[in-house]
């Protein structure tokens, strides 16, 4: 598909469990952006990548939080020891360039009991 | 604090008749705003963006307006139709020079057929 695409859909996790997500943003896409959105919150934006490199890490909630993009294409958002507070939709959406409207994936529902 | 806010978070509308959702934001330095649609179970897409050097921008049934000086912005929606039932997001860039957008909490449409 030429969309955003995000694995998995869903993820249940242990509280204190590590879980990695993944974005596969649209070809050619060089900007990719991770949000989460909590129940009754709106999108909190967490990081943004222009090709590999984040140059703005300022929404990752703690040092529990982490990304990392390789080849300019696929993302991978990392939680590590996660929190019940960390359940929420993350969402991915990537764009040509800061000009352009970002195109969302259709998120990843993380549940942390 | 939050930058961007959709004080109502649903609104009803007849089939037919027109919508007008409503954002307001804090931030002199934004300079670029949008709106998005999001359906249940899927990522927002994006619907229509307006830049800070315009008022208005009119795209088929939509049309947002900006007012500056009361760092407010709308959507209008003309007429409703049932497929246009969703959370509408409106977000705002931080600046030129960066690819940050804040989001608001969203207002859920629900056209009447």
């Known amino acids: 598909g030429a969309g955003v695409s995000q694995s998995p859909s869903n993820k249940v996790t242990e509280k204190g469990k590590d879980v990695e997500l993944r974005c596969d943003p649209i070809?050619?896409?060089?900007?990719l952006y991770w949000y989460r959105q909590s129940l009754g919150q709106g999108l909190e934006f967490l990081i943004y990548?222009?090709?590999?490199?984040?140059?703005?890490k300022s929404g990752l909630p703690s040092d529990r939080f982490s990304a990392e993009r390789t080849g300019g294409s696929v993302s991978t958002l990392t939680i590590q020891r996660t929190q019940q507070e960390d359940s929420a939709v993350y969402l991915c959406?990537?764009?040509?360039?800061?000009?352009?409207?970002?195109?969302f994936g259709p998120g990843t529902r993380l549940t942390v009991t | 604090d939050q930058q961007v806010k959709q004080n109502s978070p649903s609104l009803s509308v007849q089939e037919g008749r027109i919508s007008i959702l409503n954002c307001d934001y804090t931030?002199?330095?934004?300079?670029?705003f949008l709106w998005y649609k999001k359906y249940p179970a899927e990522g927002p897409t994006f619907l229509i963006s307006?830049?800070?050097?315009?008022d208005k921008n009119e795209d088929g049934r939509f049309t947002v307006f900006l007012n500056k000086s009361a760092k407010h912005l709308s959507l209008h929606i003309v007429p409703s139709q049932p497929g246009d039932s969703a959370v509408y997001f409106c977000a705002a860039r931080s600046g030129s020079g960066t690819y940050k957008y804040i989001f608001g909490t969203g207002t859920r449409l629900k056209v009447l057929a």
């Open positions: 931030n002199s330095m934004f300079d670029y």
């Open positions: 990548f222009q090709g590999n490199s984040a140059p703005d």
């Open positions: 307006i830049s800070s050097i315009k």
């Open positions: 959406a990537s764009s040509f360039g800061r000009y352009y409207e970002q195109y």
């Open positions: 070809s050619g896409h060089t900007a």
